[in-house]
């Protein structure tokens, strides 16, 4: 039985997308049309499910995309010189480069092209940097969602026990530094962590962006708890489709935890809420 708060992503990126498109008008009236530009390289179903879903919540909210998509066969130089274009265009205020980007391509180069003042990803070394100065101009998407779902369960995290289990520059790093500016004492664990059970036991939160399907046991969560599962595992069992597992065992952990993210529907449409977010601030910014 579960006594947990459910987080509803679904339910807090309306809200947020509501507030947005009051900021789109805003800033239609004084004549600047917030504009997203999508870049797809290849055909990865995947990438192009995303690409859909955050071109759909683009309209919803009235901001503008241009979308470019492009042959797998693209190459590093190609791709720089479409970037560079995008750059220059005074009314392209966002660039989405869709990762992962195919082999042969430069992903990092690709990324550091893009102008920081148009990175809507907060990928750029420019926006980590000043993120872990404290003194963000875009926050990575994922990150941002997590933190937003944290204040939905009414945790303040300072002075808590933070643990954030996955190290990327697009989820774990980015959360760990935010969840420090808000005066928390953050653990990271990862792939050579030693006892992870122990680690997961003291920490009042925990996000989890591994991606590794229910690494993290439900009995371990610490009672009441707020647990933030990133996790996107597709796992075929046998059924007439792969089912969705986050990384941490939901069921289990519903039934201790304070507070708890679904998968699907916690923090997946939070992320593109927060993307769209970015890109309106970015027109604001003109």
């Known amino acids: 039985m579960s006594n947990a708060m459910i987080l509803d992503g679904k339910a807090l990126s309306s809200r947020l997308l509501a507030q947005l498109r009051e900021r789109v008008e805003a800033s239609k009236a004084r004549g600047i049309a917030p504009c997203l530009a999508v870049v797809l390289v290849g055909d990865d179903p995947a990438s192009n499910i995303y690409v859909r879903s955050k071109e759909r919540k683009a309209a919803k909210v009235g901001i503008a995309t241009r979308d470019h998509r492009l042959p797998a066969s693209t190459s590093t130089a190609a791709l720089l010189q479409l970037i560079a274009s995008l750059n220059a265009d005074a009314t392209v205020h966002g660039i989405l480069v869709q990762l992962p980007l195919p082999d042969g391509v430069e992903e990092q180069r690709v990324l550091q092209a893009v102008d920081p003042r148009k990175d809507v990803d907060g990928f750029h070394p420019d926006n980590l940097g000043l993120l872990m100065l404290g003194t963000p101009r875009f926050v990575a998407c994922t990150p941002q969602g997590c933190m937003r779902l944290i204040e939905l369960a009414g945790v303040d995290p300072a002075g808590k026990r933070a643990l954030v289990v996955g190290r990327s520059n697009i989820v774990g790093k980015p959360v760990a530094q935010l969840l420090l500016h808000a005066n928390a004492t953050v653990t990271m664990a990862h792939s050579r962590t030693q006892d992870l059970e122990a ?34 595992n597709r796992v075929d ?13 939901y069921t289990a952990a519903a039934a201790r935890a304070g507070s708890i993210t679904p998968v699907p529907g916690g923090v997946g449409p939070m992320t593109i809420a927060c993307l769209l977010a970015n890109v309106v601030t970015a027109a604001e910014a003109v």
């Open 199 to 232: 680690e997961v036991r003291r920490a009042d939160i925990i996000v989890a962006a591994v991606g590794r399907p229910e690494l993290i046991r439900g009995e371990w969560i610490r009672e009441g708890a707020c647990v933030i599962d990133v996790g996107m």
């Open 237 to 249: 069992d046998g059924g007439p489709k792969p089912r969705l597992l986050g990384d941490v065992e």
